[in-house]
C-alpha cells in the first residue's frame, strides 16, 4: 500500500518524500496570464446638454498580456454609450473595434482624445452624482466602475 502511494504521489507530480507538488519544482503557466485591470481617475464632467455626456478615465494593465476595450454600458444613466475618439481634424467617431489596453501599459480616455459618449441620457447628472458604468473587455470581462459627475470645467493631470 505504501508503495502505491508513493507510485501515486510520483504519478500526480507530488515529491513522495515532501509532498510538494511538482509545479513548484517546474515551469508552471503564469500566474498573470490573463490581463489585470485596474481602472483610475473616472469622472464624467457635469453635461452643458440635457441628452448627452462624456467620460473620461484611465486603465491601467498591469499583466503581461493585453486586451481590448470593447464596448461601455451605463444602462440606468444612458439608452447608448459608445467609445469615441476626436480625430485629426477635431470630429469625434465612434471606435467600433474598441481601444487596446498594452500589457504593462496603460489606456487613457482624457479630453481631445478617446473617451467615452453617454448618449440618450434620462436625467441630466449634477455635480456631485455618481453614474454606474459597465466596461466590457475582450479578456478581462466586465469591470464596474462609479463615475464621479464633476465640475464643467474638471480636467485633471494625469500622472504616470
Do not use: W, Y
Not at 504519478?11 to 500566474?31: F, I, L, Q, R, V
Amino acid at each position: 500500500m505504501a508503495v502505491a502511494g508513493s507510485l501515486a504521489l510520483t504519478a500526480c507530480g507530488g515529491d513522495a518524500k515532501t509532498g510538494s507538488p511538482a509545479a513548484a519544482k517546474t515551469t508552471a503557466p503564469a500566474a498573470d496570464s490573463k490581463p489585470k485591470i485596474a481602472v483610475t481617475g473616472a469622472f464624467m464632467p457635469e453635461p452643458a446638454m440635457a441628452d448627452m455626456a462624456g467620460g473620461f478615465l484611465v486603465v491601467k494593465n498591469s499583466g503581461s498580456v493585453a486586451d481590448r476595450l470593447k464596448s461601455v454600458t451605463a444602462s440606468a444613466f444612458s439608452g447608448k454609450a459608445e467609445i469615441h475618439e476626436t480625430t485629426a481634424d477635431g470630429k469625434m467617431k465612434e471606435a467600433k473595434e474598441g481601444f487596446p489596453v498594452p500589457a504593462n501599459g496603460t489606456l487613457e480616455l482624457k479630453r481631445g482624445g478617446k473617451h467615452i459618449m453617454f448618449l440618450e441620457v434620462k436625467q441630466k447628472p449634477k455635480k456631485g452624482d455618481k453614474v454606474a458604468v459597465e466596461l466590457h473587455f475582450e479578456k478581462a470581462g466586465t469591470v464596474q466602475v462609479d463615475m464621479p459627475v464633476e465640475a464643467a470645467t474638471h480636467n485633471p493631470q494625469q500622472h504616470h
